[in-house]
T-cell receptor, first 114, second 113 residues
Framework: AQSVTQPDIHITVSEGASLELRCNYS??????LFWYVQSPGQGLQLLLK??????LVQGIKGFEAEFKRSQSSFNLRKPSVHWSDAAEYFC????????????FGKGTKLSVKP | DSGVTQTPKHLITATGQRVTLRCSPR?????VYWYQQSLDQGLQFLIH???????AKGNILERFSAQQFPDLHSELNLSSLELGDSALYFC????????????FGEGSWLTVV
């Protein structure tokens, strides 16, 4: 069965430090992979997505993610975190090439220390 | 602002009752998706409509139903409500049937007491 695992429920980083959020997926073929961010009281906003090609994907707000087929991973990174990045981050997989019928991970809550 | 509008933003109702959540997609979008976000289950896909037709079903209970109207707005009907139905219900929309980015609304908070 298709699934997405985000091993870290909550991460705290200092402002200006680098960030890596982990995501592992289980899917038979090459999946469509997504990272969404949810700020308190807000809907989900797409940060970036991967379909094929270059395995390093650039997104909005300075985020990037790397697809590693051998590790079934799609980790999200940011070189320098800002206080406004505090939010919950969700990794998702789109089975069968769908961008809408998504399977989400449980999310990682990011706190940023001043 | 994603352009997807959901009403009501908050709703408190009693067990056994029925509620209707409404979603207006972005202008020009033909697809509407419904998701449920709960503490227990996380974010789960419920159902997808494209131009009035049901296209895909996810983990949607039989007590729940949805429809998309000719003006493309959608309604999610939740009946015989239980405490466990308390959740944030998101609507999302996209232009096409599957190959396009989806845009989420801010959600409707449902509390069942």
């Amino acid at each position: 069965a298709q699934s997405v695992t985000q091993p870290d429920i909550h991460i705290t980083v200092s402002e200006g430090a680098s960030l890596e959020l982990r995501c592992n997926y289980s899917y038979g073929a090459t999946p469509y992979l997504f990272w969404y961010v949810q700020s308190p009281g807000q809907g989900l906003q797409l940060l970036l997505k991967y379909f094929s090609g270059d395995t390093l994907v650039q997104g909005i707000k300075g985020f990037e993610a790397e697809f590693k087929r051998s590790q079934s991973s799609f980790n999200l990174r940011k070189p320098s975190v800002h206080w406004s990045d505090a939010a919950e981050y969700f990794c998702a997989v789109g089975p069968g090439g769908s961008q809408g019928n998504l399977i989400f991970g449980k999310g990682t809550k990011l706190s940023v220390k001043p | 602002d994603s352009g997807v509008t959901q009403t009501p933003k908050h709703l408190i109702t009693a067990t056994g009752q029925r509620v209707t959540l409404r979603c207006s997609p972005r202008s020009g979008d033909l697809s509407v998706y419904w998701y449920q976000q709960s503490l227990d289950q996380g974010l789960q896909f419920l159902i997808h409509y494209y131009n009035g037709e049901e296209r895909a079903k996810g983990n949607i209970l039989e007590r729940f139903s949805a429809q998309q109207f000719p003006d493309l707005h959608s309604e999610l009907n939740l009946s015989s409500l239980e405490l466990g139905d308390s959740a944030l219900y998101f609507c999302a929309s996209s232009v096409g049937a599957s190959g396009n980015t989806i845009y989420f609304g801010e959600g409707s908070w449902l509390t069942v007491v």
